[in-house]
């Protein structure tokens, strides 16, 4: 089993920086693809960026492509991140941290593990 926790949210004005964490513990997960999805009100969950199990390939959801940085530790804390930058309204979202023991690569058919998120919102 994995646990992840998600931090790094907050209240932050349009153009602005946020960071976000994701810490694992239990099983490492290491051996894990990770990635971030996020969920607005009144919306489904969709992907942002996806990120390999070795943090070599990265993948990006359009909206996200040139203002976000996907990264990952794979040493003893096994932490994932989530660099905004030039934040926008429509960023305002819940954000996941997601994790899957099977797949090995930047973007997984499904993920068996999840954070409990972190809340972002944009103000104009």
């Known amino acids: 089993q994995v646990q992840l926790v998600e931090s790094g949210g907050g209240l932050v004005q349009a153009g602005g920086s946020l960071r976000l964490s994701c810490a694992t513990a239990g099983r490492s997960s290491s051996r894990y693809a990770m990635a971030w999805f996020r969920q607005a009100p009144g919306k489904e969950r969709e992907f942002v960026a996806g990120?390999?199990?070795?943090?070599?390939?990265?993948?990006y959801a359009d909206s996200a492509k040139g203002r976000f940085t996907i990264s990952r530790n794979n040493n003893a804390k096994n932490t994932m991140y989530l660099q905004m930058n030039s934040l926008k309204r429509e960023d305002t979202a819940i954000y996941y941290c997601a994790a899957d023991p099977g797949c090995v690569s930047s973007s997984c058919g499904s993920y068996d593990f999840w954070g409990q998120g972190t809340q972002v919102t944009v103000s104009s």
């Open positions: 990120i390999s199990r070795s943090g070599v390939s990265t993948k």
